[in-house]
């Protein structure tokens, strides 16, 4: 058995890693398309000689791709913060144990003790500091690598088991 904490950030990491890998493309394809909106709005307004304004907006469309983004991040990230705060406060530096036995994952935590068969495992997602363990009843759970006794576990539990296991060390928000 191996107790560890979620802190905050460990349960705001989840979120981004889970926003990132879901929809890192349509968010790319909108802010093109709104870059060119706003080009096309300056040259618009240019072309009815009000300078200033279409100056304005040709600005923001050039700088929209590249600061657009950080800003999505930035503000999904305070959101994430608010919610996790509110809705998940009981979890949040409350310790948390994780076991295997008789091919099942046991997981204890301020909400209770649940029971997950190794077949329920969806995948375990590995990236630089967390592990993401998705069974297949949309359950996850978050396991900080701050403790190498517990991520060497989870790497025996995976390939003795053959579960699916996705690498991303990488990974960045």
Sequence with gaps: MHTYTLSLEDVVT????????????????????????FVLLG???IYVTNYIIGGIFI?????YPLLGAKYVKWAY??????????DCSGLINAPNTFSVADNKIVIQDQGGIFYYNLSAVESINEIATHFFIKFNNSDVTVVPKTETELAQTIRTLINEHNLRHVVQLNWKY
Excluded: C
């Design 59 to 63: 600005l923001f469309g050039l700088l």
């Design 14 to 37: 989840y979120n981004q890693y889970n926003l990132s890998v879901k929809k890192k493309n349509v968010f790319q394809k909108l802010r093109i398309v709104a870059s060119v909106y």
């Design 43 to 45: 040259v618009l307004f």
């Design 77 to 86: 990230t305070k959101t994430f913060r608010k919610v996790i705060l509110t």
